[in-house]
């Protein structure tokens, strides 16, 4: 059973700073790792994802502000996120990606989701 272990979310105020945490088990290949997020009213968008070999893709809105970063060894990825604005303000979901070689199809496998709160 594959899970994807999120921490980190909460309430910050503006101009402030928050460190999410995603854990995967249950997998022993991950190509991509990633975060995506979902704000009220809105579809879900990328934030930044990252592959096994450390390049990385940010959305143009977090850039100069988010840092992603990966432990392969644990199959964790983080994301530092500074000088939060209240737009920030979402459901923050992690996001795997294995291409399984057995089948030679794509597997995603999303977190729970977690919470950010940017407001005065």
């Known amino acids: 059973q594959v899970q994807l272990v999120e921490s980190g979310g909460g309430l910050v105020q503006p101009g402030g700073s928050l460190r999410l945490s995603c854990a995967a088990s249950?997998?022993?290949?991950?190509?991509?790792m990633g975060w995506y997020r979902q704000a009220p009213g809105k579809q879900r968008e990328l934030v930044v994802t990252?592959?096994?070999?450390?390049?990385?893709n940010y959305a143009d809105s977090v850039k100069g502000r988010f840092t992603i970063s990966r432990d392969n060894a644990k199959n964790t990825v983080y994301l530092q996120m500074n000088s939060l604005k209240p737009e920030d303000t979402a459901v923050y979901y992690c996001n795997a990606v294995n291409y399984r070689v057995a089948d030679l199809r794509r597997y995603d496998y999303w977190g729970q989701g977690t919470q950010v709160t940017v407001s005065s």
């Open positions: 249950g997998i022993f290949s991950i190509d991509v």
């Open positions: 990252i592959t096994s070999g450390g390049s990385t």
